[in-house]
């Protein structure tokens, strides 16, 4: 049995009752005990109670005011979790995105952690900008982007041009164990043989093994502005970077609400798998945000045991 709050006035009109009647005959009676009463006094309307209100969804949003969250919580909690978590995607993105925040910082960042790289990323970028992932970024990180098999050499070998001659000479030394020679005509400064373009060639000459090796010997601040430019080109890139990454960021710089106020770049259907993790009093707390209209619609279609219930109540 349910108990809603009922609009009384609506049953007076939609049923000829007079409030008097309400009051003196049938004070703490159901609304189906009414019905059944007044349909045995020859009440036509109360005798098509059920076509007339339990399957007009207008009525049936007035009659048991629909867009009460108390009413609206009491008819779904005796709902099955199963059930409840179907109706989920009938809310607004808005509105499961503030579901969230019955997560706790610890389980929001877990959950957030197994969303598909590319929603992981666009998500974090909502709370740092591709410079302030770079500053932040581990070095082993750093060496694992740069030992992936999705790196483009040639991206890789037209962004080492942007580095100083010195430090494309300092790579070359880490790996060869012997000084940079080089072209004498194209000395620059006092150091012969530092020319960008001889020594970028004498990087792509290298076995693949020297030449990977060679990557990540880059010093540490070079290595992330080199990454940075190549992930900035193409952004899908930064999702060679682990998911715990992102989330010990995440973690030590952000609290819980700048996570849900970025949850607009998670994908509604997402969402939804987010917060099909909570205990089921909390998903019913969550939909009590459906739409009143729609909420009747799936309570006639769907759930009319509910309703015979409600009216019972």
């Keep these: ?20 009647k309400i009051s003196n005959e049938y004070a703490g009676k159901s609304v189906e005990e009414i019905m059944e009463a007044e349909a045995a006094q020859g009440n036509a309307a109360a005798a098509n109670f059920d076509r007339e209100i339990l399957n007009n969804p207008i009525k049936l949003m007035e009659l048991f005011k629909l867009d009460d969250v108390g009413n609206k919580f009491a008819i779904l909690s005796n709902m099955s979790e199963r059930d409840l978590e179907a109706l989920l995607p009938l809310l607004d993105p808005a509105d ?16 957030v952690e197994k969303l598909p790289p590319e929603m992981l990323v666009k998500f974090v970028f909502e709370m740092f900008s591709p410079e302030e992932i770079m500053k932040l970024m581990p070095e082993e990180q750093m060496d694992k982007f740069l030992q992936s098999t999705k790196l483009d050499k040639n991206m890789e070998l037209r962004y080492l041009m942007s580095m100083k001659p010195e430090v494309l000479a300092q790579i070359i030394e880490s ?33 693949d093994d020297k030449f990977q090796e060679a990557m990540l010997n880059i010093p540490p601040e070079n290595k992330r502005q080199f990454i940075l430019k190549m992930a900035k080109e193409d952004p899908k890139l930064f999702q060679l ?13 952000r609290e819980k609400q700048d996570m849900i106020n970025s949850a607009n770049a998670i994908e509604p259907e997402q969402l939804v798998k987010m917060l099909e993790k909570l205990p089921k009093d909390l998903t019913a707390v969550v939909m ?13 279609e769907n759930f009319q045991n509910i309703l015979s219930q409600i009216i019972a109540g």
């Design 241 to 253: 970077f682990d998911p715990n990454a992102y989330t010990s960021i995440i973690a030590n710089r």
């Design 175 to 207: 790996v060869t164990g012997k000084p940079v020679g080089g072209d004498q005509s194209q000395a620059m400064g006092a150091q012969a043989g530092l020319n960008s373009q001889a020594l970028v060639g004498q990087l792509a000459a290298l076995p």
């Design 1 to 20: 049995m349910i108990t809603l709050d009922t609009d009384k006035y609506l049953l007076y009109s939609l049923f000829n009752i007079s409030p008097k």
């Design 96 to 111: 499961l995105a503030a579901g969230l925040n019955f997560f706790t910082k610890d389980k929001l960042l877990e959950l």
């Design 288 to 300: 009590t945000q459906i739409d009143p209209k729609i909420f009747a619609d799936i309570l006639i």
